[in-house]
């Protein structure tokens, strides 16, 4: 019987080249199989706010669900989804109406949010989560694969009418985010799962690292060496090399037997 697949991990943030402060933030939780990236957004610092609530309401939720599965969850359960896909939606909720009633409580919060894009590893598998247009790769042997969909203008224009490339570079509002943590009190959350197989290379990232680096450029990337915390270094530094626009941040993670 083959051993089952250990999953390392890496992870890095970078202010980037036009910013002058961070507001994406990231967390590895390795004792909850939990990994996220969290892009804010808002004035006044606020989206750094959004995100580092995001990450810390996450964190707090999966460390009381282990201690005490019993526990009552904030949400009802959805009968058609397994317990721990139903702890990943019901965490990330949470996050959502937290930063929901700090943002109507400060004034100066006010439409602050953040994306998050979660990856979460179980017994047989791991989950994908998502919100906004922070992404989630698989990169499996010489191909690169999207497996999380962008709550963007952008893309609902996309699938709404065939863009061609120059209207989709020329686009007047790239930055539009349909779907944000903290926007309104409930947020829809997409999932979905998938079984890794040795040496799939899972990547969490926001926008300032897929924006400026194209998908082929972040597959020769992956493949350029073996250590994690490098790939993480050199994503960051493409996306610097072609501009740096926004706060870049990845988690780099690696199915090993």
């Known amino acids: 019987m083959n051993s089952p ?24 939780f390795p004792e909850f199989g939990l990994y996220i990236v969290a892009d804010g957004m808002g004035g006044h610092a606020s989206g750094e706010v959004a995100s580092k609530m995001a990450i810390d309401t996450l964190q707090e939720f999966f460390a009381s669900t282990s201690d005490d599965p019993e526990r009552t969850w904030p949400y009802k359960m959805d009968r058609a989804k ?17 930063i929901f009633e700090q943002a109507q409580r400060n004034s100066k919060q006010r ?28 990169i499996r042997d010489s ?59 899972l990547l969490l990232c926001s926008d300032g690292l897929c924006g400026p680096v194209a998908d082929p450029q972040i597959l020769d990337i992956a493949h350029s060496t073996a250590d994690l915390a490098e790939i993480a270094q050199r994503l960051i530094g493409a996306a610097n090399d072609r501009g740096g626009p926004d706060n870049i941040t990845c988690v780099v993670a690696r199915w090993v037997q």
Do not use: W
Request: glycine residues 8%.
């Open 111 to 138: 439409g602050m949010g953040t994306t998050v894009a979660t990856l979460f590893a179980v017994e047989d598998g791991f989950f994908v989560a998502h919100v906004g247009d922070s992404r989630c790769y698989r």
């Open 143 to 201: 191909r690169i694969e999207q497996l999380t969909e962008d709550h963007s203008l952008l893309n609902d224009y996309k699938k709404m009418k065939r863009l061609t490339e120059e209207e989709i570079a020329n686009f007047p509002h790239k930055n539009v985010i349909v779907r944000a943590l903290g926007m309104k009190d409930t947020v829809k959350v997409d999932t979905r799962f998938e079984q890794p197989e040795t040496n799939d290379l």
């Open 5 to 28: 697949l250990r999953i390392e991990v890496a992870g890095q943030t970078d202010v980037g080249r036009k910013r002058n402060h961070n507001e994406d933030n990231f967390a590895i």
């Open 82 to 98: 397994g317990y721990e896909e139903n702890r990943l939606i019901t965490g990330i909720k949470l996050c959502n109406l937290r």
